[in-house]
C-alpha cells in the first residue's frame, strides 16, 4: 500500500462547478497535511495546509481532514479553467524520521 | 522576498558523469529539501538539510548526495549518472523542520542525461 494514495484522473469538472480533489494515508500518526498546485512544466505551488481535523477554507479553496479515517480532501468552488493543473497532496509522514510524501497527483481539467 | 532559486534551470549530461545543483533558499528559511520528480514515480523525496545537518533521507542510492551550507544554500550532487536520473529536480524551503512547516518550492533543475 502506497503511503499517499490518490487518483490520478483525470477528473473532468465543467466551469462553475464543485471539485472534489480526495487523498488518503497510511499512516496514522501523521500530522500535516498540504495541498500544492502544479501546472504543466512548472513547479509545486502550495494552495493549503492543515493540521487538525475539520474544515479549512481560503477563498474558493476548502481543505477537510478527517484523521480517523486517514482521509484529505480539497475542494475547489466556482471552478475555472485556469485551476486545471495537477493536484498533489503531501502528507508528513513519522517513519522514525520526518519526511513528507507526495501522492502522485489528480490531474483536474476544468471545461469551459 | 525573493522566492526559492534554483541553478542551473536545465542540464544535458551524459552516462557516468556527475552534476551538482544549487538551491537558494528563501531569506530566514533553514531547511532545504530535495526531490526528484518523474512521469512514472511522481515527486520522490532524496534528502533534507536543516542548519547545515542532513536530517533525513530518501530511499536513494549513495550516488545522491547533499550539503547545506551556512548561509543555508545547498547543494545536490548525482555522481556516476544513468540514464534513469533524467528528471526534474526541485529544491524547496521552509522556515522550520519539513513537515511541520510549509515547503516553498523552487522552478527546478531539468537533467537530461543522454
Known amino acids: 500500500q502506497k503511503e499517499v494514495e490518490q487518483n490520478s484522473g483525470p477528473l473532468s469538472v465543467p466551469e462553475g462547478a464543485i471539485a472534489s480533489l480526495n487523498c488518503t494515508y497510511s499512516d496514522r500518526v501523521s500530522q500535516s497535511f498540504f495541498w500544492y498546485r502544479q501546472y504543466s512544466g512548472k513547479s509545486p505551488e502550495l494552495i493549503m495546509s492543515?493540521?487538525?481535523?475539520g474544515d479549512k477554507e481560503d477563498g474558493r479553496f476548502t481543505a477537510q481532514l478527517n484523521k480517523a479515517s486517514q482521509y484529505v480532501s480539497l475542494l475547489i468552488r466556482d471552478s475555472q479553467p485556469s485551476d486545471s493543473a495537477t493536484y498533489l497532496c503531501a502528507v508528513n509522514v513519522l517513519g522514525g524520521y520526518q519526511k513528507v510524501t507526495f501522492g502522485t497527483g489528480t490531474k483536474l481539467q476544468v471545461i469551459p | 522576498k525573493a522566492g526559492v532559486t534554483q541553478t542551473p534551470r536545465y542540464l544535458i549530461k551524459t552516462r557516468g558523469q556527475q552534476v551538482t545543483l544549487s538551491c537558494s533558499p528563501i531569506?530566514?528559511?533553514?531547511?532545504v529539501s530535495w526531490y526528484q520528480q518523474t512521469p512514472g514515480q511522481g515527486l520522490q523525496f532524496l534528502f533534507e538539510?536543516?542548519?547545515?545537518?542532513?536530517?533525513n533521507k530518501g530511499n536513494f542510492p549513495g550516488r545522491f548526495s547533499g550539503r547545506q551550507f551556512s548561509n543555508s544554500r545547498s547543494e545536490m550532487n548525482v555522481s556516476t549518472l544513468e540514464l534513469g536520473d533524467s528528471a526534474l529536480y526541485l529544491c524547496a524551503s521552509s522556515p522550520g523542520q519539513t513537515g511541520d512547516h510549509e515547503q516553498f518550492f523552487g522552478p527546478g533543475t531539468r537533467l537530461t542525461v543522454l
Open positions: 531569506s530566514g528559511h533553514r531547511s
Open positions: 538539510y536543516f542548519s547545515e545537518t542532513q536530517r
Open positions: 492543515i493540521y487538525s481535523n
